[in-house]
């Protein structure tokens, strides 16, 4: 009878130990995917941080160098994009608006290139003046949320919105005509 209580005792034991074991072994089985996910949760904010600054960059950059390539005060036009739809030939200009409107001469004909937000996208159309112009038609440039441009002489400001970034403002300075 002693020798059966002894290995009842000795079973129990070794169950307890089991248990015990187990128990360890999911406690870092949990702590390991909590690690692993934490640190997937991390990995994706910085590389959406990432992301936005870079749209945010680039759409800068953008138009900084499309200013610099034709920064002359008269061939740098603000306009509406509202209510453009179908436009060509003249165009009324505004002190501040929705869409920056570059004025290029070639062999004679004027070309207008229309930078403005439709759709998410900042977009670019290079149209011939006597060309109707559709916003849905311009080239995607990247996405940004808004984009709102202002003139008064020689200076011209921007502003647009990229995804969770705020809104960010730039000024240039444009060459006397």
């Not at 060509?88 to 570059?102: A, H, Y």
């Amino acid at each position: 009878m002693k020798q059966k209580t002894g290995e009842l005792a000795a079973s129990g034991r070794s169950s307890l130990t089991m248990l015990v074991v187990l128990v360890l072994f999911g406690f870092f089985l949990t702590a390991s995917a909590l690690v692993t996910v934490s640190g997937a949760n991390v990995y994706k904010s910085v590389s959406d941080g990432m992301t936005n600054n870079s749209t945010l960059r680039s759409s800068y950059a953008y138009l900084a160098n499309r200013l610099r390539g034709n920064g002359s005060e008269a061939a740098v036009l603000v306009g509406q994009l509202e209510g453009s739809e179908g436009d060509f030939g003249e165009l009324t200009t505004l002190t501040e608006g929705d869409m920056l409107i570059l004025t290029d001469y070639y062999s004679g004909d004027r070309y207008y290139t229309r930078i403005y937000v439709y759709d998410g996208w900042l977009r670019e159309s290079f149209l011939w003046d006597m060309t109707e112009f559709y916003p849905q038609d311009g080239e995607k440039i990247t996405e940004v949320d808004s984009f709102y441009v202002w003139k008064e002489q020689n200076q011209l400001w921007y502003t647009f919105d990229c995804a969770d970034q705020g809104a960010f403002v730039a000024t240039v300075c444009l060459r006397a005509d």
